[in-house]
């Protein structure tokens, strides 16, 4: 098992710019999230899905958009990218059966810098 | 609002030496509380949950245990693989089928040979 794969791993864009970064994953969880972890902030919450086709919006959402049409894909959006969204970003997925319990599992990250 | 904080922000410890990281919260109603490992460059590694005050839970050199109003990763001997970012994340009550966590900024450990 792969786990939890993000692509791509860095990116460097220019104001304004679009980009799509990829989550996949193959343990066949019913949820996933997206963080981004910037210095001194901790992991923050940006949208999440409890299952296919279903999205929510997180603590910082402003600024992405997402989509999850297959199960096992999770997509995030950056629509005109802001010099503010420069950021590490954390895709984590959780089988949704273990209740509270329920443990996330994270991928490597994508380090974006936008200039 | 959930918070989570957790001190110090840093530590550098000898090998051997033992020490403790804090973690304390303030949140409507604890449903579990996440212990991760973090290493640069890389995304967070799961090392324990907890649910209840009193519980304790260890894993090689680290144990981790819970109050009400905090919980503490003790590392007994650390080694310099033990040096990581180590994060604590809570899932309150309001998370509701969500199951969302709220983090803390993490403690930067370093130990040094």
């Known amino acids: 098992n792969a786990g939890v794969t993000q692509t791509p791993k860095f990116r460097v864009l220019k104001t304004g710019q679009s980009m799509t970064l990829l989550c996949a994953q193959d343990?066949?969880?019913?949820?996933m999230y997206w963080y981004r972890q910037d210095p001194g902030m901790g992991l923050r919450l940006i949208h999440y899905s409890v299952g296919e086709g279903t999205t929510a919006k997180g603590e910082v959402p402003d600024g992405y958009n997402v989509s999850r049409l297959k199960k096992q894909n999770f997509l995030l959006g950056l629509e005109s990218a802001a010099p503010s969204q420069t950021s590490v970003y954390f895709c984590a997925s959780s089988s949704g059966t273990g209740g509270f319990g329920d443990t996330q599992y994270f991928g490597p990250g994508t380090r974006l810098t936008v200039l | 609002e959930d918070q989570v904080t957790q001190s110090p922000e840093a530590l550098r410890l000898q090998e051997g030496e033992s020490s403790s990281l804090n973690c304390s919260y303030t949140v409507s109603g604890l449903r579990g509380l996440f212990w991760y490992r973090q290493d640069p460059g890389k995304g967070p590694e799961f090392l324990f949950t907890?649910?209840?005050a009193g519980e304790e839970k260890e894993k090689e050199r680290l144990k981790a245990t819970l109050t009400k109003k905090e919980s503490f990763l003790h590392i007994t001997a650390p080694k310099p693989e033990d040096s990581a970012t180590y994060l604590c994340a809570v899932r309150p009550i309001s998370s509701g089928s969500a199951r969302q966590l709220t983090f803390g900024s993490g403690t930067q450990l370093t130990v040094l040979p």
């Open positions: 343990m066949n969880h019913e949820y």
């Open positions: 907890l649910y209840s």
